[in-house]
């Protein structure tokens, strides 16, 4: 099969775990590839994600590499066969390929969170208020490319169907007036809107708390359908930088339950809101 033009994030992530494995095992890939009957570059191509890994292949690698792990195994072979082509594919070369990984990375996940200081979440976005955040980039984007940005932001709240998400938001982004005053207060109300739903609660860290120094703590945190499989995305100079590792999924485990411990409880931040709605 002809090699992969650019591999998505969540194929990355299956060769970055096999890869994993057999550093655990403490072999290189010449003698993984003939443990499997094929080349150390076909090794290699799998797990920079250039290629696929059949099933049946994964699993012989993964009793090669002693993996007793048989949840992650099961959860890394649904990576490999899963065949889903979601919305988001309707993008493909026409956005960057980042807003297509967040988008897969959301649909995928088991549970959502995400944290907010200078902007709302963009799956909790209005349609005034994203085109406003994108209207202001610079360079000006094309009139073509910014609305389809605007309707890929809008077709990302899917995955607020049924996720479990939470979000944690800073009083500074829900002041900010990214657009005019009605589509401010519009946006405040569509916040009240969907923290209704059963599976999304919305939070707020009030701009007079004190002690509190987290502002850089902002990230979406996806839940992988093991632990080991959670991804955290987060904002960086060249756009979305995907992480992965152990140490640092445990780093912001642990920085989300310190913002959370910060917030106020999900009442709490619908009044503040409704205070805030006011103002407008």
Not at 181 to 199: F, G, I, P, T, Y
Request: hydrophobic content about 40%; aromatic content about 6%; proline content about 5%.
């Amino acid at each position: 099969m002809p090699l992969r033009r650019e591999p998505t994030e969540r194929q990355k992530r299956l060769g970055t775990e096999l890869r994993r494995m057999r550093d655990t095992a403490g072999l290189k890939a010449r003698e993984a590839g003939e443990l499997l009957g094929v080349s150390s570059v076909q090794i290699s191509q799998i797990e920079i994600a250039l290629a696929g890994v059949s099933e049946a292949r994964l699993r012989r690698l993964a009793g090669h590499y002693m993996c007793t792990d048989e949840d992650l195994i099961d959860a890394l072979v649904r990576l490999a066969t899963d065949r889903t082509r979601g919305w988001w594919e309707e993008y493909r070369w026409l956005l960057p390929a980042p807003f297509l990984d967040l988008a897969e990375l959301e649909h995928h996940a088991t549970f959502l969170r995400e944290v907010g200081f200078l902007f709302v979440p963009g799956p909790l976005q209005t349609e005034d208020y994203a085109r406003a955040v994108f209207s202001y980039r610079v360079p000006e984007l094309p009139p073509k490319e910014l609305e389809l940005r605007v309707q890929h932001r809008m077709r990302r709240k899917e995955c607020l169907r049924e996720t479990p998400y939470e979000a944690i938001v800073h009083e500074a982004a829900l002041r900010i007036m990214v657009s005019d005053r009605a589509a401010s207060r519009a946006q405040l109300d569509h916040l009240l809107h969907l923290a209704d739903a059963d599976n999304i609660t919305v939070r707020v860290i009030p701009l007079d708390l004190e002690g509190f120094a987290g502002a850089a703590s902002a990230m979406v945190y996806a839940g992988g359908t093991v632990p080991r499989l959670d991804t955290v995305a987060r904002d960086a100079p060249h756009g979305t930088a995907f992480i992965d590792s152990e140490d640092q999924l445990s780093a912001f485990r642990t920085l989300f339950r310190k913002v959370e411990d910060a917030s106020l409880d999900p009442d709490q931040s619908r009044d503040f809101i409704h205070r805030l709605t006011r103002e407008r």
